[in-house]
C-alpha cells in the first residue's frame, strides 16, 4: 500500500469516526429534546379557575388551550368542566391540555323574525339559534298554521330581543277556520326528539313522559323509545291537545301492538 493510499484510507477512518460521533450526539439532543420515554401523568383540574390551574401545568411542564365553553348556573364562573386528555392520562412535556370552562354568564340568543312564518319553518329556524319549543298555543285566524307570536314565561316576545340560550318558549300559532279535527300520529319506537318533532308537524303539543325506569342521565335518556302513547295513533284530537308519551327501552314492550294498552284497566290505570 502506498503512501497516498494509507493516508486516504486514514482519512476516511477519521471521517467514519467523527459522522458516528456526531450521529450519536444529535441523537442523544433528539432524545433529551423530546424526554423520549419521560411521559407526564395530567392533573386533575376540573372545578378550578383557569388561573389555578396554570399553577399545575407550569409545574408539571404542561401547555394549556380554552376551546370551548358551557353556562350552568350550579357551577363557578371561569370554572373548567372539562379537560381533554382526561385526569391521569400519561403526555410528554409541553403536551397542551383542552380545557372547556364555564362561562362567566349565560350566553344570549337574538331572537329571530318568526311571525307569518309557517309553524314548521318557525320551529327550524328557532332551534337553529338555540331555542327551544316547550308548548305551541293555536288561536283563531284566519290563516292556519301562521306564527302570529312568541311567548317566553308568559310574555310575548318581539324579535330582536335577547333571551338566555335554550330557553323554552311558546309559538303562537293560527288555527284558521276549520274545527281543527287531526288524528293523532303514531310515534311507537320514535325517541323523544323524533315524537316531539313529529307531534309539532301534525299541530299537537308534547304532553307527561313517563318512563318505566329512569334514565341515569340525560345520554341514557337518548336510547329510550316510545313504546305508549295517549291517545293512540289514528284517534281523532284536537289541534293544539297534547299527547302523553311512555318510554322505555325493552324490547319486549316496543314491540307489543299498541291495542295492548287499550284494556278495561290500562284506562282506569290512565284516568
Known amino acids: 500500500m502506498t503512501h497516498n493510499q494509507r493516508r486516504i484510507l486514514k482519512n476516511l477512518i477519521i471521517f467514519i469516526v467523527l459522522l458516528a460521533v456526531l450521529i450519536i450526539i444529535v441523537l442523544a439532543g433528539l432524545r433529551k429534546y423530546t424526554h423520549h420515554n419521560e411521559l407526564i401523568v395530567v392533573p386533575d383540574v376540573t372545578t378550578l379557575t383557569v388561573e389555578d390551574a396554570s399553577v399545575f401545568f407550569e409545574k408539571k411542564g404542561l401547555r394549556y388551550k380554552v376551546v370551548d365553553s358551557l353556562y350552568f348556573k ?15 392520562s400519561k403526555v410528554k412535556q409541553n403536551r397542551f ?13 337574538i331572537m329571530p323574525n318568526v311571525k307569518d312564518f309557517s309553524q314548521r319553518q318557525a320551529i327550524a329556524t328557532l332551534e337553529a339559534v338555540g331555542l327551544k319549543i316547550a308548548d305551541i298555543n293555536y288561536v283563531p285566524s284566519e290563516y292556519r298554521d301562521l306564527v302570529m307570536g312568541v311567548r317566553y314565561n308568559g310574555n310575548n316576545i318581539e324579535a330582536g330581543s335577547r333571551l ?4 323554552m318558549i311558546t309559538l303562537v300559532v293560527g288555527q284558521g277556520e276549520s274545527d281543527g279535527d287531526i288524528l293523532a300520529p303514531g310515534l311507537q319506537g320514535m325517541s323523544l326528539s323524533e315524537a316531539i318533532d313529529a307531534v309539532h308537524q301534525v299541530s299537537l303539543n308534547l304532553g307527561n ?5 329512569t334514565p341515569a342521565d340525560a345520554e341514557d335518556a337518548k336510547l329510550y323509545r316510545v313504546y305508549r302513547q295517549d291517545p ?15 318510554m322505555t327501552t325493552d324490547v319486549n314492550l316496543l314491540n307489543a301492538p299498541e291495542e295492548v294498552y287499550e284494556t278495561e284497566e290500562s284506562s282506569e290505570f290512565i284516568e
Open 74 to 88: 350550579s357551577r363557578l364562573p371561569g370554572s373548567i368542566l372539562e379537560q381533554k386528555p382526561a385526569p391521569g
Open 164 to 167: 338566555p340560550k335554550g330557553s
Open 232 to 246: 293512540i295513533s289514528g284517534t281523532t284530537t284536537n289541534m293544539g291537545k297534547k299527547i302523553d308519551l311512555w
Open 209 to 213: 313522559i313517563y318512563y318505566d325506569v
Open 97 to 109: 391540555i383542552f380545557l372547556t370552562i364555564n362561562a362567566l354568564s349565560d350566553e344570549k340568543i
